[in-house]
């Protein structure tokens, strides 16, 4: 669970839950014909109108939904000495110990083999901390060990494997494209970790984009169905007992459900967990280009008659979209022949494309339509796109996505990423200084009372140069290892000197 501010008071919180797509012919027919006898779903509720109840629907759906439980280590070391020829003096004392961390979250069966379906979040590790086990837990109670086969942190999908003698129960990934609004659908997951909780509601949006995340795969499937902290990773279900998303997130003023919730529609999850499945890379489409959504106002100002398509604020440098003839103040209309639209934003366009495809870009300059063709890249990491993006000279507003939940931001109160050449030329700093960039700062750490604010760059902790967040996490172990309650950062406020500041630490 990653909560996020907003400035109107809302946070949005990673949950545990599902979503699909069809994939039943990716399974064998055996296992599907033993689906068709035994779900009987076409007689569980009356197609047309609100069903009398949803008794039967989930009877039969229940026992494919299942509970996700991890293990993490995160091993603290004890010996101040470490790393230098004293380190045996401290002896036995000084060996390294280990915490256990853990994380609750929901999944669902796909096939009668085994397969399950969850969020990423669900089984991604804290930062400095290691997986150690995942437990898949049935409806009955029986637990399995679970393999995890492989996860995606950009659609934040992930899927495991547990085994047993007797074929599992399964369900199927439905067409979400179908889904309208008004739509009844159900929920079914692991909430405060009570297991097996059923809530239902309607299809409140659909394509609904958050800002949660701003990347190729925000949008969402809105519902009322009420979804809480530990549904991420588990099914919304239609009236047909198709699994249509995955929860994944809220809009909560207290972390608790107030009727928003969102789910990874099944066309997008469906096509990512095949390729998870059959062990498949999945490479995603990149032009390298910072964009905006058109307004009137743009439209005003660039004297359009029209608002259409998505305006270019920058081009970066050497990546496909530079090569090919694209600039800054350019709109964007049309990617290889589709409609760029709230609904089909650019980066999702381009996402889905093949890297290396040459495709035809129709955009708007000086007035004028245009059309260039672009070779399309890779696209880079999540980490490597935020360092790209970092702005230097933005405020952080209260909807910022909070993404670091590891030791840094829980013991400093700041979420910081490498300092790459391009944010230190950013910052007015030499391409060969190294550190870390500070992202956003909690307003109530002590590093805020301190003046540490987004752009400060750290560049050592009590002594020792950090260019990693690897680095500066173990001078806070080591710090917390020792009894003491402060850290001493080196940092450099932009066009400002090196300054050491004692930052206390939080519990």
Known sequence: MKPVRYSYGITAALLASGAAISLATGFPAGAQRAQNEDLRIDNAVPRAGAPASFADLTEILQPAVVNISTRQRITVNNNPFQGTPFADLFGNNGQP???????????????????????????????????????????????????????????????????????????HFGDSSQARVG????????????????????????????????GAYDRYIQTDASINRGNSGGPLFDMQGNVIGINNAIFSPTGGSVGIGFAIPAEIAGPIVKQLISGEEILRG?????????????????????????????????????????????????VNGEDV????????????????????????????????????????SEEELAAQSFNPDEEIPDAAPQTSGGLVEKALGVQAIPLTSRIANQLGLSGETRGLVVTAVDPSSDAARKGIARGFVILSANGTDVAGTEELEAQIQQAQSDGREALLLRVRARNGPALSVPVRLRN
């Not at 393999?147 to 399964?170: H, M, N, T, Y």
């Not at 290396?356 to 880079?380: C, H, K, M, S, Y």
């Open 97 to 171: 110990t280990t915490r256990e961390a853990q994380s609750l979250g929901s999944g669902f069966l796909i096939s009668a083999d085994g397969y399950v379906v969850t969020n990423n979040h669900v089984v991604t590790p804290e930062q400095s901390a290691e997986l150690e086990e995942v437990t898949v837990t049935m409806p009955d109670g029986a637990e399995y060990p679970a393999e995890l086969v492989g996860r995606d942190a950009q659609s934040d999908l992930a899927v495991l494997k547990i085994s047993r003698s007797e074929p599992f129960p399964f369900v």
């Open 286 to 334: 990149y032009l390298g280009v910072q964009i905006q959504p058109m307004t009137e106002d743009f439209a005003d100002a660039l004297g359009l008659s029209e608002r259409r398509g998505e305006f270019i604020q920058s081009v970066q440098p050497g990546e496909p979209a530079e090569r090919a003839g694209l600039q800054a103040g350019d709109v964007v209309l049309q």
């Open 183 to 214: 739509d009844w659908v159900i929920a079914i997951g692991n909430p405060f970790g009570l297991g097996g909780t059923v809530t239902s509601g309607i299809v409140s949006a659909v394509l609904r984009s958050t800002g949660m995340t701003g």
């Open 341 to 380: 639209t709230p609904d089909q934003t650019l980066s999702f366009l381009v996402a889905n494309i093949q890297p290396g495809t040459t495709i035809p870009v129709e955009f708007i300059r000086d007035g004028q339509r245009r059309t260039l063709n672009v070779a399309v890249g890779r696209r880079p």
